[in-house]
């Protein structure tokens, strides 16, 4: 097992001098994930070597999470230079794979989810940067960066980032003051804990933004089904639990719409750009679910410059095949 340097000093200085350390399945970063027992003892190292990873932002935005009672894993020793963090184990009851074992239980889960959204949202929202414009289209940028030259397609990119600032301006400013967005909130980052709570990971990229960037994360999951019934019926649990949101949920709705279109062209291009540039090809078979979601989204009527750009520039056959065919 290739273990990260300087391991065994870490563990020791923290208490873990003879523990057994079990390789775990990595993500679509440089980070990697240990198992670590002694005894009776359980946790979590995670590996995120320096100069490709910062563990700062992890800590940070975990820290802030636990200090506002949402239950992020509890930090027992940090290694900021070697980028070796020690934390807790959430166990192995990951919503997605549970999920598959457990399918009855959807709905529950589901809600169990949106609660604890709905509960970070009522917080103040972290010291974190802003999801602002630039960040968006930065974003946005990723479809025709990756995606449109894997494909072989030349497209209008100066019409494709004229669509996006007209559709994006409307929510700018009804993100403010906004909320912690963690980003990656979906199916295989949130945990199953006892007692139905909610173990929040992969959280280190967390914003201030828009409360349906988290929502869309989680309804519509690049790696896993939602139908479009669960979809409606947990953005409706989260409107009833939001002071107001029944009254402006056209207008949330349609900002959910927006993000969903601007996540989804995002994930788009990171999964080509996984395949391109790092290797990666198995995120390709993810693109089909991803772009049939976009093209729902594309359907709103508050993305018709973005739907127009999509029409005059992404040929027939590509749509047709939900972006799939790459490879």
């Known amino acids: 097992m290739n273990v990260p340097a300087g391991i065994e000093e870490f563990l020791s200085r923290a208490g873990w001098p003879d523990a057994e350390m079990e390789p775990l399945a990595g993500d679509a970063s440089f980070r990697r994930y240990f198992r670590v027992r002694d005894g009776d003892r359980q946790a979590m190292l995670m590996d995120a070597p320096p100069p ?46 549970w999920l598959e074992l457990n399918p009855e239980a ?10 604890a959204l709905v509960k970070l949202h009522v917080s103040p929202p972290g010291p974190f940067d802003r999801y602002d414009m630039d960040a968006y289209q930065r974003e946005t940028w990723l479809f025709p960066e990756w995606y449109c030259p894997a494909a072989g397609i030349e497209v209008d990119t ?14 700018i400013e009804r993100q403010k003051p906004g909320v912690t967005v ?19 990971i992969d959280f280190q990229d967390a914003l201030v933004g828009h409360p349906a960037y988290d929502l869309v ?22 409107l009833a639990q939001i002071e107001g949101g029944s009254s402006d949920a056209a207008e949330f709705q349609a900002d959910y719409a927006r993000l969903g279109a601007q996540r989804n062209a995002k994930i788009v291009g990171i999964f080509a750009r996984l395949w391109k540039r790092d290797g990666k090809p198995r995120y390709l078979a993810f693109i089909p679910r991803v772009w049939e979601a976009l093209e729902r989204d594309l359907a709103h ?19 047709e095949r939900r972006g799939g065919g790459l490879g």
């Open 182 to 200: 963690l980003r990656d909130y979906h199916a295989e980052n949130i945990m199953l804990l006892e007692g139905g709570e909610q173990g929040l």
């Open 301 to 319: 009527p508050a993305l018709e410059p973005v739907a127009q750009w999509f029409d005059a520039n992404i040929p027939a056959e590509i749509r």
């Open 158 to 171: 100066d019409a494709y980032v004229a669509a996006w600032q007209e559709v994006l301006a409307p929510l």
């Open 217 to 238: 994360s989680l309804l519509q999951d690049a790696r896993r089904d939602v139908s479009p019934q669960l979809e409606r019926a947990m953005l409706g649990r989260y």
């Open 106 to 115: 959807e709905l529950a889960t589901y809600g169990s989810a949106i609660d």
């Open 52 to 97: 490709q990873e910062d563990t700062e932002p992890f800590l940070r935005v975990g820290h802030w999470l636990a200090e506002h009672g949402h239950r992020a894993p509890q930090i027992f020793a940090e290694d900021r230079q070697r980028g070796l963090i020690l934390l807790e184990d959430f166990g192995q009851d990951r919503m997605r794979e």
